[in-house]
């Protein structure tokens, strides 16, 4: 009776605490909502079982389908082998499950992808919708690359997976700021300052002086795009210049190394080094 006395004591307890951190921690609360919300557990298309849906999104679904195999093949191609496992693709009607499927618990972000899911926000099959395609490329590059690393793996810097991402979607959730624009900005002295923060806030993003946004802009996905666009720039700069470094780095990332030596023993140099030879080329091709 004791003992069964402090194992209750002991479960109530344990579960005062989990209640203690989820009210304390509202990323994991979210990252426990979204273990079951998993868009894995929604109906699949039958045209193609990877996509799954929310049924008020069944053409939105057979939208993203048709953009699925050119997506994994220019990923495939992107990142130099293929995905470790077959991707799973989530399309939401209701903002309300988008938030809850995401893990980040948040219905504004365009796409979103985790443990091996690549998921849209119901703006994808609206307003947003000719971003579909390249949005779901984007977080494809994401699946594809976390999908090789071992699980606890440190995460490489936010300006590496999303300048990757970007690149090797053709622009994918970058596309109102060209490759010209963020040229630009870098030769005015606009560039984004290489740092390993998480740039969840958009708004804290470092730029060595703050990019111009001009009228009607909406300076968050301003700031967002033209920093995502930048870092993918640098990305293609250096897989042209060296693709055999470039491929070197992105094995030993999806083995699980760290990110900064990796890119020493690859690059030569640190990014922030390898970024001013960069900027460097561009005055060159002004
Ligand atoms: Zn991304």
């Given at each position: 009776?004791?003992?069964?006395g402090?194992a209750?004591?002991l479960?109530?307890a344990?579960?005062?605490a989990?209640?203690?951190?989820?009210?304390?921690?509202?990323?994991?609360?979210?990252?426990?909502?979204?273990?079951?919300n998993?868009?894995?557990?929604?109906p699949?298309l039958?045209?193609?079982?990877r996509?799954h849906?929310?049924p008020a999104?069944?053409?939105?679904?057979a939208?993203?389908?048709a953009?699925?195999?050119?997506?994994v093949?220019?990923i495939?191609?992107?990142?130099?082998?293929?995905?470790?496992?077959?991707?799973?693709?989530?399309?939401?009607?209701d903002f309300?499950?988008?938030?809850?499927?995401n893990?980040?618990?948040d219905?504004?972000?365009?796409?979103v992808s985790?443990?091996?899911?690549?998921?849209?926000?119901?703006v994808?099959?609206r307003?947003e919708?000719?971003?579909?395609?390249?949005?779901?490329?984007?977080?494809?590059?994401?699946?594809h690359?976390?999908?090789?690393?071992?699980?606890?793996?440190?995460?490489?810097?936010?300006?590496f997976?999303?300048?990757?991402?970007?690149?090797?979607?053709?622009?994918?959730?970058?596309e109102?700021v060209?490759?010209?624009?963020?040229a630009?900005?870098i030769?005015?002295?606009?560039?984004?300052?290489?740092?390993?923060?998480?740039?969840?806030?958009f708004?804290?993003i470092?730029f060595?002086a703050?990019?111009?946004?001009?009228?009607?802009?909406?300076?968050q996905?301003?700031r967002q795009?033209?920093a995502?666009?930048q870092?993918?720039?640098?990305?293609?700069?250096l897989?042209?210049?060296?693709?055999?470094?470039f491929?070197r780095?992105?094995?030993?990332?999806e083995?699980?190394?760290?990110f900064?030596p990796?890119f020493e023993?690859?690059?030569?140099?640190?990014p922030?080094?390898?970024?001013?030879?960069f900027?460097?080329?561009?005055?060159?091709?002004r």
């Amino acid at each position: 009776m004791r003992l069964a006395g402090s194992a209750t004591l002991l479960a109530s307890a344990l579960a005062a605490a989990v209640l203690v951190a989820l009210a304390v921690k509202p990323e994991l609360r979210a990252a426990l909502l979204a273990q079951f919300n998993d868009p894995a557990s929604l109906p699949s298309l039958p045209e193609d079982p990877r996509v799954h849906y929310e049924p008020a999104a069944r053409a939105c679904a057979a939208a993203a389908a048709a953009a699925l195999p050119g997506a994994v093949a220019k990923i495939e191609a992107e990142h130099g082998r293929p995905f470790a496992r077959p991707p799973i693709v989530g399309v939401f009607a209701d903002f309300a499950t988008y938030a809850r499927a995401n893990g980040l618990g948040d219905d504004n972000v365009a796409g979103v992808s985790r443990a091996g899911r690549a998921m849209l926000s119901p703006v994808m099959c609206r307003e947003e919708y000719w971003r579909l395609a390249s949005v779901l490329a984007h977080e494809l590059s994401h699946v594809h690359f976390f999908g090789w690393r071992p699980r606890g793996a440190a995460r490489p810097p936010l300006w590496f997976t999303e300048g990757l991402a970007v690149l090797a979607s053709d622009g994918g959730a970058a596309e109102t700021v060209s490759d010209a624009d963020a040229a630009k900005a870098i030769r005015d002295g606009y560039s984004i300052l290489l740092d390993d923060s998480a740039w969840m806030n958009f708004l804290s993003i470092p730029f060595a002086a703050e990019p111009p946004c001009g009228e009607g802009c909406v300076r968050q996905s301003f700031r967002q795009r033209m920093a995502y666009r930048q870092a993918s720039l640098f990305i293609g700069w250096l897989r042209a210049r060296d693709p055999a470094a470039f491929s070197r780095l992105m094995r030993a990332l999806e083995g699980g190394a760290a990110f900064g030596p990796s890119f020493e023993a690859a690059f030569d140099g640190s990014p922030r080094q390898r970024w001013a030879d960069f900027a460097k080329s561009l005055q060159a091709s002004r």
